[in-house]
């Protein structure tokens, strides 16, 4: 097909176009298949490795700390957009390596979203920690770094909570006013999933695998709420769509 649509010779585009037709007739294959293996080709199925690296979610060789363990937060953030984006995740046991499946282009848009959201979740975190100690001060309590780390985490931990509501809020809206683009979408993501019990194989989680990954926290109302609030993009702006380029689109 490329050489009948590229061949300056008509004869020559003419007997392509016909041998690949004779070719898609013998093995039953449409139109539709062959735009999809080349869909494929373009934007391949991949596995990629990532270090839960301070804010960022980064190749191995590129990270920048050495710890090896993460925030729970981190992970659960990692877990929300990379299921929001239609990708499948995993984590190696005991290090603060994230795994993601999916076609390539949404698994670099899956760390791009991830900078975003851990910059914002950091830094309205620390305002916050900073206003509750004032207040604190102010009612002339004491307010040591035990609280403080304890808070934060709490913070952290329902920001993501908050987040993945959006996330929920953001495809039931999608699901609605763009169904034909969100069918799409629900489609990616199942051949994503097919795809990676067809090839990979995973053991089940362990206490000690959650430990590496830090802890449980407490509930937090102004994370939560901060956490819906977070804005999907780099600009001023809240990005109301999914966070995606599907091909073609």
């Known amino acids: 097909q490329r050489l009948a649509a590229d061949n300056p010779n008509a004869n020559e585009a003419s007997a392509a176009a016909e ?20 869909t494929l080709r373009e934007d391949p199925l991949v596995q990629k490795r ?14 920048s700390t050495y710890r090896g363990r993460a925030a729970g937060w981190k992970r659960n953030l990692g877990y929300e957009v990379a299921k929001y984006l239609g990708l499948r995740t995993g984590f190696i046991s005991g290090k603060a390596v994230f795994v993601l499946y999916g076609h390539l282009s949404d698994v670099e848009a899956a760390c791009r979203l ?16 900073e206003a509750e100690k ?15 780390y304890t808070q ?12 993945a509501s959006k996330f929920e809020e ?3 809206t999608s699901s609605v006013q763009h169904e034909e683009g969100h069918a799409l979408v629900l489609s990616r993501a199942k051949k994503v999933s097919n795809w990676v019990d067809a090839t990979y194989t995973f053991k089940k989680s362990t ?26 993009t ?16």
Do not use: N
């Open 114 to 129: 991830y900078d975003v959201c851990a910059r914002q979740i950091e830094r309205e975190c620390l305002q916050w920690l």
């Open 207 to 232: 206490a000690a695998d959650a430990y590496a990954f830090g802890g449980r926290a407490d509930y937090c109302g102004a994370g939560y709420a901060k956490g819906k609030e977070l804005r999907l």
């Open 170 to 172: 953001l495809q039931e």
């Open 50 to 63: 990532c270090t839960l690296d301070g804010l960022r979610l980064v190749p191995p060789e590129e990270r």
């Open 152 to 163: 934060s985490f709490a913070f952290r931990e329902s920001a993501v909570e908050g987040l």
């Open 134 to 148: 004032e207040r604190e001060r102010a009612r002339g309590g004491w307010w040591d770094k035990g609280t403080g």
């Open 234 to 249: 780099e600009d001023a702006g809240i990005e109301e769509k999914r966070v995606r380029a599907l091909p073609g689109r």
């Open 19 to 38: 041998q690949a037709l004779r070719i898609m007739r013998e093995h039953a294959i449409s139109q539709k298949d062959v735009d999809a293996a080349q």
